[in-house]
């Protein structure tokens, strides 16, 4: 009778140490200090008082990067926000290796992102957005390894540019659509001159077709009402009436 006091303790005891992890969870174990294993996820059993854990979780983490003023390449300030992903691969060597894996990834990407920024001129970083942030995945990725840490994916939000930047990038877009617009009309002209140039060389030969182009041509200048049409006659056509009129005049 005297025992079960103590064997009722006991099996409290044994108890206590009873831990659940969830399935996207894993327990890094410590015995008197010293790292022992990885528990989980499920069900598993500490020794009280000489084990104790610390739990991380294992899925994917979204960090915002918080908008960062840099200057670029060719000395142009900007404002850049951007967002990473990540994920622990390896709990053990997040928890001993680095003392706050979250603040160490943030810390060291935020450095990373402005320095990136610095090696590119303005255009490349609007420009080519994909590349830079492959770069940045792979510079971030590189350093948080030994953390045991996974850098999965990394994208810039928003890139601020300067009002009085925006003004200049504004007609500097103006002036090449403009170019655009003044290089199709001048190879539309060129085009139109060299057809014109080869139906005048077909009509050169042809007095009959010479003279159903005029003919087509005051058809077309007729169309409208209220135009005043000059019709220019040819002296042949004019002596050839010249003679008729002469020769009813003499019967």
């Known amino acids: 009778m005297t025992l079960l006091p103590y064997l009722g303790l006991l099996v409290a005891i044994l108890l206590s140490g009873l831990r659940i992890a969830q399935e996207y969870q894993r327990a890094i174990v410590f015995r008197l200090g010293r790292f022992q294993s990885i528990k989980g996820p499920g069900l598993y059993w500490l020794i009280p008082f000489i084990e104790r854990q610390q739990k991380v979780d294992i899925r994917t983490k979204t960090v915002d990067l918080e908008q960062q003023e840099t200057i670029t390449k060719d000395s142009v300030t900007i404002k850049v926000n951007a967002v990473l992903w990540f994920k622990i691969t390896n709990p053990e060597d997040a928890i001993i290796r680095v003392a706050n894996y979250n603040m160490a990834v943030y810390q060291f990407s935020v450095t990373a992102l402005r320095n990136i920024i610095g090696q590119h001129t303005l255009d490349e970083v609007l420009r080519e957005r994909e590349q830079i942030n492959g770069t940045l995945q792979k510079i971030v990725d590189a350093a948080t390894q030994p953390w045991g840490i996974k850098i999965e994916m990394v994208e810039m939000k928003d890139v601020e540019i300067p009002e ?26 060129l085009e139109a001159s060299i057809k014109l140039t080869q139906g005048a060389k077909e009509m050169e030969g042809s007095t009959i077709a010479l003279e159903l182009r ?38």
Do not use: C, H, W, Y
């Open 214 to 251: 005029r003919m087509q041509m005051l058809a077309e200048i007729g169309i409208d009402n209220n135009t005043t049409t000059i019709v220019m006659i040819p002296s042949e056509f004019m002596n050839a009436a010249r003679s008729v009129t002469e020769l009813l005049a003499k019967k």
């Open 164 to 189: 009085g930047m925006q003004r200049a990038m504004a007609r500097e877009a103006e002036a090449i659509r403009e170019k655009r617009a003044r290089i199709v009309k001048a190879e539309a002209e």
